[in-house]
């Protein structure tokens, strides 16, 4: 029978170009264990956020700045509810029941100054515990938009 140019061998310089792109799409596709981590995960998990957490209450209480402002605020109470709010704010896996920034904040008379101070001591701990500037970057970005909740004055 004669050669009609239609056999079901593909054509070699054809399964070259698929070959091509299978090689090509298996490099630009994600293995499936290489998935972006979470800022929640960067912030070494519920550990590392318990210990951040741990440190600038601590700090909050002591710093002259804003002491008088955590006055009478149970210490443990607020370190879980901080460490619940930072871990959804970081997409870690939890589900923060208390109350929203704007309320639980409503009537303190917070003003700028006392947000930047807790802004300050918040990185200081981070830089204390190891975490890279990348990733303290990354969570102030997302603490920052929440200053227009919180300052009141
Ligand atoms: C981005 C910055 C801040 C975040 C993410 C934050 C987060 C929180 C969270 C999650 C609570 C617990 C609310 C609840 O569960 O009901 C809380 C309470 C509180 N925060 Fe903040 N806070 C921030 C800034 C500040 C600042 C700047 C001050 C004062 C200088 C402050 C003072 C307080 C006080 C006094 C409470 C206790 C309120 C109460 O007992 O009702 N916070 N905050």
Redo the contacts with the bound molecule.
Sequence with gaps: MADTGHSARPHPRKAGTFALAAVLLLCLAPPQSAQASTLFDDLGGRSGVDRIVDGVVTL?MTDPR?RA??DN??RD??KS??A???CM?TDGPCT?K??S?A???KG?K?DQA??D???ED?EIVMTRDGVSNWTQNRLMAR??P??HQ??TR
């Design positions: 909050y804003l402002d955590f605020i149970n109470w607020l509810r901080l619940t709010y930072l704010l923060y208390g109350r920034m309320a639980s904040h303190l917070i006392s947000f101070a807790v802004a918040t603490l920052a929440l200053a919180i300052i």
